[in-house]
């Protein structure tokens, strides 16, 4: 069994996902979730952990004098919990260099669009699809992906397409591409630890 953690800032919808898979789904018997970290004391993802029993933890930037030993507690309690595999699931902070070093090759991150196009900077959440909408595009879609030093650029382990409409507006993108995330993001996983990315 891998030893998962995740990584969240918001609603957790994709831990969410993940667990599902875990507890009866295609990670069943592969995986197992060991820590969630909020760097949001606010996060909807934390209850949902705590719903299914998982540790959860609050790591906030703010209680510490800076970056590096802000990263610093999060790689401890990464390693504290023995994980093998971290998995970034609406984590909207840039991950600390160090921690990326730590767990290169088994660190994966999920974005909400078909990247390269409507990554880096900025583009995160509701800006990727505002971005798509104001583009002209006829498709977005969900990419999963390894952690990078730079943003977003990590090689593709699974990348899927949904349809974009004229008429759609940002949240209409945003619902497709959810629903397209929460069935990628467990193949991700399987592939990374069945070794076939
Ligand atoms: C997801 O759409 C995810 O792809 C996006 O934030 C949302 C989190 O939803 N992540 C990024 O934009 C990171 N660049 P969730 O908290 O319900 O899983």
Request: overall charge positive; some cysteine; charged content about 25%.
């Amino acid at each position: 069994m891998k030893r998962l953690a995740v990584l969240v800032s918001g609603s957790g919808s994709n831990m969410q996902s993940i667990a599902d898979s875990v507890n009866r789904g295609i990670l069943k018997g592969l995986v197992e979730i060991v820590l969630v970290i909020s760097n949001n004391p606010g996060a909807y993802a934390l209850e949902r952990a705590r719903n299914e029993n998982i540790k959860a933890v609050c790591i906030e930037r703010k209680s510490f004098e800076d970056e590096i030993s802000f990263n610093g507690a999060i790689l401890r309690e990464l390693r504290n919990a023995e994980t093998d595999i971290v998995c970034l699931a609406g984590y909207m902070r840039m991950i600390g260099r160090e921690i990326i070093r730590a767990y290169r090759g088994k660190m994966l991150n999920i974005h909400p669009a078909l990247l390269p196009k409507f990554g880096g900077k900025g583009m995160y959440g509701r800006h990727v699809h505002e971005a798509v909408v104001k583009s002209g595009e006829t498709k977005s879609g969900a990419t999963v992906h390894f952690v990078e030093e730079e943003y977003d650029t990590g090689k593709i382990i699974v990348q899927r397409e949904v349809e974009v409409f004229a008429s759609d507006t940002p949240q209409d993108i945003s619902k497709r591409v959810l629903a397209v995330e929460h069935r990628i993001y467990p193949e991700a996983i399987k592939k990374v630890i069945e070794g076939k990315v």
